[in-house]
């Protein structure tokens, strides 16, 4: 059994707080970093993860272990970000930042080369369904069928959004090198 | 370069997934779970206590009625209700009907559905 699977019994189990805390431990970091992609804000990111992890907590007896613990998790991150958007009609803002690029405060990373960054910042201008579909698929692993389940989309439509997305970033990612090539 | 080489390059840099630090978000959480495992305690002590009144008052009321006017008597309720009516004079004509079990009867049952609702 893996410590991961220990914990999770322990936290259904007991209701033990500290088995929970070490899932957070492990989690929060994709978690957050998966929000902060599609809020594009590290504070509302922050409030939507640590409602993502106590929904986690009083939810817990409903995970039966079918997948992964992180894509539950996952899950339920997505969720609760739809709901927020549905609460304060954020998602006409969102959209309206597809445009503007948005500086990142890269600091809250772990370590974070310039390419990176440039891809945090390239993320930003993507929709929330192509940036999950992106990250969950080339940045966390998950094959399109997770990925579908996660989100609850159609197979079809995660393919399309990550094949969109994608040549987007190209895009996004090409132009500053375009630009230093022409001068 | 050619396309394919960029998006290979894409996704070597996708596959470098980035992971935000810690910096006491779990020692948030920890304590915003705690917290709301008290709430939830507590909340469930009320609506246990709610209905466990609410079964003395329908099990015995003559016994209630009786222990609520010693009460009233002896901390001289009548006034305060006479004054709390006083200040809602379009409620007072229906209110002034209720008994005080009646009333009181009614205020725990309230109470026993708020907090029943906030648990849910």
């Known amino acids: 059994m893996t410590s991961e699977s220990a914990l999770i019994l322990r936290a259904v189990a007991r209701h ?66 739809l709901q927020h958007i ?13 445009g503007t690029q948005q500086e990142l405060q890269t600091k809250q990373y772990d370590s974070l080369s310039t390419e990176q960054m440039d891809l945090e910042q390239a993320l930003t201008q993507l929709n929330p369904d192509e940036t999950a579909t992106i990250t969950l698929c080339h940045s966390y692993g998950y094959s399109h069928q997770e990925v579908s389940d996660i989100l609850d989309m159609p197979l079809g439509s995660v393919k399309s959004n990550i094949s969109r997305g994608k040549v987007k970033l190209k895009k996004i990612l090409t132009k500053p090198i375009e630009l230093e090539k022409a001068s | 370069m050619n396309d394919n080489s960029d998006f290979d390059q894409l996704d070597a840099l996708l596959a470098q997934s980035a992971v935000i630090a810690d910096r006491g978000f779990s020692e ?5 779970i705690g917290k709301s495992n008290t709430i939830r305690r507590n909340v469930f002590l009320i609506t246990g206590l709610c209905w466990l009144a609410l079964v003395l008052i329908f099990a015995s009321p003559q016994a209630i009625y009786t222990d609520f006017s010693t009460l009233a008597l002896s ?35 309230l109470a026993a559905v708020t907090s029943m609702a906030v648990r849910a």
């Open chain 1, 86 to 98: 549905r609460k304060t009609k954020r998602r006409i803002e969102i959209t309206e930042q597809f």
């Open chain 2, 75 to 109: 901390l001289d309720i009548g006034n305060i209700y006479s004054y709390a009516l006083s200040q809602f004079p379009s409620l007072s004509d229906s209110v002034r009907q209720l008994s005080y079990p009646t009333l009181a009867a009614g205020l725990v049952s």
């Open chain 1, 16 to 81: 033990d707080n500290d088995a929970f805390s070490a899932l957070v431990r492990m989690h929060q970091g994709k978690i957050r970093a998966f929000l902060v992609r599609l809020c594009k804000s590290y504070d509302l990111a922050d409030d939507i993860a640590q409602e993502t992890f106590l929904t986690a907590f009083r939810k817990l007896q409903s995970f039966k272990g079918k997948g992964s613990f992180s894509g539950w998790l996952f899950r339920i991150a997505h969720n609760c970000f």
């Open chain 2, 28 to 32: 948030r959480v920890k304590q915003r």
